[in-house]
């Protein structure tokens, strides 16, 4: 095999070939074309959908221009998630520090802003000048009497899912701290989605139909007083596994609150997600409601992904994305439209989650912790793969390799949970795996070898 | 609306920043490294500075970015990053073969007070360098001047550790480019070569950041300003800095080291930003201007002709980069059109003048500001107080486009939502036609689609 990767042995495996498991949440390597990110950038991504809060990004100003706006996590309502607030720290505040700074454009924002809570995210140099970032906030929640949360997610402390953890612990404050919406016997939280191109919508719908109540969704389409009253609901349901495990198990201790995990894409792990929550409310009204939905659901979808499927059998998919989760349902949902996941990666799955991935897997398939351009270029050349899911950066390598490639990150255009979900996957694998365009780059490859 | 938020009223700010119209140092030093062949930018620095450097430059370019990072973790918060970078260095040249590192520094590792020169001198003992590879640096940190002043840098990097001059001056002219698009320096290699000039062009992101579709990833793609092609930059008898913002300290730093005369000029976007940058290439390289560009510049004039009654008194805003919005703002002039508000973000004190100096006369109610406060904000406010017809500038201008349904003509970095940046060149005579018709086309546009019906006229 290729130099580089002996290092990294531990961290890629061929099912079939390969006993161990794959060592997964080691840290990368100085000097590796990771595509792995910081925590800031997950605590950022995973509170940033909560629409009436401000979002301060106290540091300078790159953290916030790189993050603003790029997830499309959609409002119902407010829009204050989809401006950019800096502090725009500069030299002088790095040597005489930058609380005074922070105060004032705190008190700025929120006077100007009026809004429901502010999050003050702490970047890397905050870290570093030893601005007192808690007691700041803790001084402007009480001129202003609205909530301000520090967000204590110094770049350098771990990684992007050190991130998740801190923004938990951020949302886990505002928690219990308001009782004043009505609340069903039977409601839930939605843990975990972050309602991009309207998902959570989808969802909603859904659980609407079976006569649940969704009290707060955390943190798609997001509001401070759904949060607040989040303590209340009778039931977690938790996505993104990766991302809000850590709050699920904290209301779990602290309010007692059971939660369950699920997956909302692909027909299976979609139907199981409805029916779960259906069984942990013991009512049969609600199961049945839970049936009738998915068979309503599928009498219109099965034969709507059956052309699909006709020409999808046999290809084969590459899979590098954020979690380990979201790479299980995609395995799944890809052998529904007839398709063999050949490369399957993650940037902070751990070594249980690549154990499941395995077990799922057809053998071999090539399952990978942290890996990065170079690597994966050459996996799909060895593979033959003819589709690529992945995020912004693995775009135009898979174009570049002339393969088709699916969002399943920030930039995905098209809801692809649900049902409807699944039909929209399907037909942007479609589109993707059948342009016309690849047939001009292999025939000019063709021809140059 | 999603800017609802945005009052007419001016409140003053003294600290906050909303919507900044630019971002921090270190990815103007990582875009200016793609330019260089066979380069790894490397960022010093925790691993979420290169993800997010990385992601904006993708998204911008639709291309793959390749850079490293040290990977910070908190101990070297503490301890300090030599170590990351040592580590770094081995594993690069072991995995990544570069020919040359491309350090730059982040605001983590600045404020630690890590010293490049010290660690890279560390790893040249320590025999990490291999024979003929190289390891350059610059010193970007994120809390001074902003991603043009990392270009700048980067740009001044490459004088200093390649530049070499012998005593033999050789008849060719350096065009250091500012910050421009691929296809912006595929342009300006195109005239020199019309005009039979010698030139060295660098940094040369085309071929790199627009590379073509084959089947086959290269991480390290055709194009670029060679090493060797640096290293004679110290021969050239002249030197053409396009953009005062991004290459006067590299003109400087070159004309110290290696007594190569320079003039910095705007970069030629625009007609009198074009004239002059011919006229330069023409005296320096001494070579006539050859017909087929005074014909390029006869279209662009006669096309302005056919127009110029739509572009009269047309009051337009602009935010970006100060090298560009100077000559852009120049040549807004030369349409007959009124730019009335213009912001950039970029601190420094060349912008403010020019601007006063090309807009006390012709727009004297104009209003400019850069560095600090000068924010897509305020630039919001302003337009609430009196609006404009055209808005120019990088897809963060879709949302006050489309609250106050403005025409947009997007232009600078980063522009996420169009393609075509890469693709047209914006600079010399043929990039000024293409401004002209892109101009007209948004302008035109809105017009038909919202004058009143029987106002609607097909011949225009």
């Known amino acids: 095999m290729l130099e580089y990767l002996q290092d990294r042995e531990k961290q890629i495996v061929t099912k079939g070939k390969d006993a161990h498991d794959v060592e997964g949440g080691k840290p990368s390597l100085s000097g590796s074309v990771s595509q792995r990110a910081c925590v800031f950038c997950g605590s950022r991504v995973v509170l940033y959908p909560i629409a009436d809060a401000v979002h301060l990004v106290h540091g300078p100003i790159g953290c916030a221009s790189y993050t603003w706006d790029i997830r499309g996590a959609l409002s119902s309502g407010p829009e204050l998630h989809r401006s950019s607030f800096s502090t725009d720290l500069r030299e002088k505040h790095v040597v005489f520090g930058g609380e005074t700074q922070l105060y004032q454009s705190l008190v700025e924002l929120i006077d100007k802003y009026q809004p429901k809570a502010a999050f003050v995210y702490s970047t890397c140099i905050v870290g570093v000048i030893g601005d007192d970032v808690q007691s700041v906030c803790k001084q402007v929640a009480k001129e202003k009497n609205i909530p301000v949360i520090p967000v204590m997610s110094e770049g350098f402390q771990g990684s992007k899912k050190d991130g998740y953890k801190i923004a938990c612990d951020a949302l886990a404050t505002l928690i219990g701290t308001d009782e004043s919406l009505d609340v069903s016997p039977m409601s839930i939280n939605i843990l975990g989605d972050f309602n991009l191109a309207g998902e959570l919508w989808i969802l909603e719908a859904y659980y609407k139909k079976m006569g649940i109540q969704i009290l707060a969704p955390i943190t798609g389409d997001g509001r401070v007083k759904n949060i607040q009253n989040a303590h209340r609901a009778a039931l977690n349901v938790v996505q993104c596994s990766g991302s809000m495990m850590h709050l699920a198990m904290y209301m779990k201790e602290t309010y007692g609150i059971p939660f369950i995990k699920v997956s909302y894409f692909g027909i299976e792990d979609m139907s199981d997600a409805l029916y779960e929550v259906a069984k942990f409310f013991k009512d049969e009204a609600v199961m049945d409601k839970a049936r009738e939905l998915v068979k309503d659901q599928l009498k219109n979808l099965?034969?709507?992904?059956?052309?699909?499927?006709?020409?999808?059998?046999?290809?084969?998919?590459?899979i590098y994305v954020g979690g380990a989760f979201k790479a299980i349902s995609l395995v799944k949902a890809l052998r529904l439209i007839g398709m063999k996941t050949v490369i399957v990666g993650t940037q902070t799955g751990n070594t249980d989650d690549y154990r499941l991935l395995k077990t799922i897997c057809d053998d071999g398939c090539i399952l990978v912790d942290d890996s990065n351009p170079i690597e994966l270029s050459e996996f799909v050349k060895q593979t033959g793969a003819d589709l690529f899911i992945g995020g912004v950066k693995e775009r135009p390598i898979a174009y570049k390799l002339g393969i088709g490639f699916c969002d399943h990150n920030h930039e995905r255009k098209m809801a692809l949970a649900g049902y409807e979900g699944m039909l929209n996957f399907a037909k942007e694998v479609y589109e993707t795996v059948s342009s016309p365009v690849w047939q001009f780059v292999h025939r000019t490859s063709s021809e140059k070898n | 609306m999603l800017l609802r938020h945005t009052t007419a009223k001016e409140v003053d700010r003294k600290a906050l920043t909303v919507n900044p119209a630019k971002t921090c140092q270190p990815v103007g030093a990582m875009y200016a490294a793609l330019g260089?062949?066979?380069?790894?930018?490397?960022?010093?620095?925790?691993?979420?500075?290169?993800?997010?450097?990385?992601?904006?430059?993708?998204?911008?370019?639709?291309?793959?970015?390749?850079?490293?990072?040290?990977?910070?973790?908190?101990?070297?918060?503490?301890?300090?990053?030599?170590?990351?970078?040592?580590?770094a260095i081995e594993t690069i040249f072991t995995v990544y073969e570069p020919d040359v590192i491309a350090v730059h520094t982040t605001c983590l590792s600045e404020t630690i007070g890590d010293?490049?020169?010290?660690?890279?001198?560390?790893?040249?003992?320590?025999?990490?360098?291999?024979?003929?590879?190289?390891?350059?640096?610059?010193?970007?940190?994120?809390?001074?001047?902003?991603?043009?002043?990392?270009?700048?840098?980067?740009v001044a990097a490459f004088i200093k550790f390649f530049s070499t001059s012998t005593p033999k001056k050789r008849n060719v002219i350096n065009l250091i480019a500012g910050w421009m698009e691929p296809s912006d320096m595929r342009e300006l290699k195109r005239i020199a070569k019309v005009m039979e000039t010698r030139t060295i062009l660098f940094p040369d992101m085309s071929g790199v950041m627009d590379s073509p579709l084959t089947g086959k990833y290269d991480i390290y793609p055709k194009g670029g300003t060679t090493v060797?092609?640096?290293i004679a930059t110290g021969d050239s008898k002249f030197s053409i800095g396009m953009g005062t913002y991004c290459t006067q300290d590299a003109c400087i730093k070159l004309e110290n080291?290696?007594?190569?005369?320079?003039?910095?000029?705007?970069?030629?976007?625009?007609?009198?930003?074009?004239?002059?940058?011919?006229?330069?290439?023409?005296?320096?390289?001494?070579?006539?201007?050859p017909d087929s560009i005074t014909d390029e510049r006869g279209r662009l004039l006669d096309l302005i002709a056919d127009n110029s009654k739509y572009f009269y008194d047309k009051r337009v805003a602009l935010f970006g980069d100060p090298d560009t919005l100077i000559p852009l703002v120049e040549f807004l002039l030369t349409l007959d059109m009124k730019p009335v508000y213009i912001v950039t973000g970029t601190p420094g004190k060349h912008f403010d003048e020019a601007m006063t100096e090309m807009l006390k006369e012709r727009v004297p109610e104009a209003k400019f500001r850069s560095g600090e406060g000068a924010d897509?904000?305020?630039l919001h406010q302003w337009i609430k107080q009196e609006?404009?017809?055209?808005?120019?500038?990088?897809?963060?201008?879709k949302y006050i486009a489309r609250d106050e349904n403005i025409p947009f003509v997007r232009f600078g970095f980063p522009v996420v939502d169009r393609p075509g940046s890469n693709s047209f060149p914006h600079v010399g005579y043929v990039g000024a036609i293409n401004w002209v018709t892109k101009l007209l086309d948004v302008i035109l546009d809105h017009q038909d689609r919202t004058c009143a019906e029987e106002k609607v006229e097909l011949v225009m």
């Open chain 1, 302 to 318: 099965l034969p709507a992904l059956e052309p699909y499927k006709t020409a999808l059998t046999g290809k084969k998919a590459a």
């Open chain 2, 387 to 397: 609006s404009v017809d055209l808005l120019i500038g990088n897809s963060y201008g």
């Open chain 2, 115 to 154: 010293d490049l020169n010290q660690i890279v001198s560390k790893a040249k003992e320590d025999g990490k360098i291999p024979d003929g590879k190289r390891v350059i640096y610059c010193n970007t940190p994120s809390y001074v001047g902003s991603h043009i002043t990392g270009y700048s840098n980067q």
């Open chain 2, 376 to 378: 897509m904000f305020r």
């Open chain 2, 36 to 87: 260089l062949h066979g380069c790894l930018p490397h960022s010093h620095g925790s691993q979420g500075c290169c993800a997010y450097h990385r992601s904006a430059l993708t998204r911008h370019f639709k291309e793959p970015v390749v850079a490293s990072t040290s990977s910070f973790s908190e101990g070297s918060s503490v301890f300090g990053g030599s170590a990351n970078l040592l580590t």
């Open chain 2, 228 to 230: 060797d092609e640096m």
């Open chain 2, 257 to 289: 080291k290696c007594k190569v005369k320079f003039e910095v000029m705007e970069i030629p976007i625009g007609l009198k930003a074009t004239d002059r940058f011919i006229m330069s290439l023409s005296r320096h390289g001494n070579v006539p201007v």
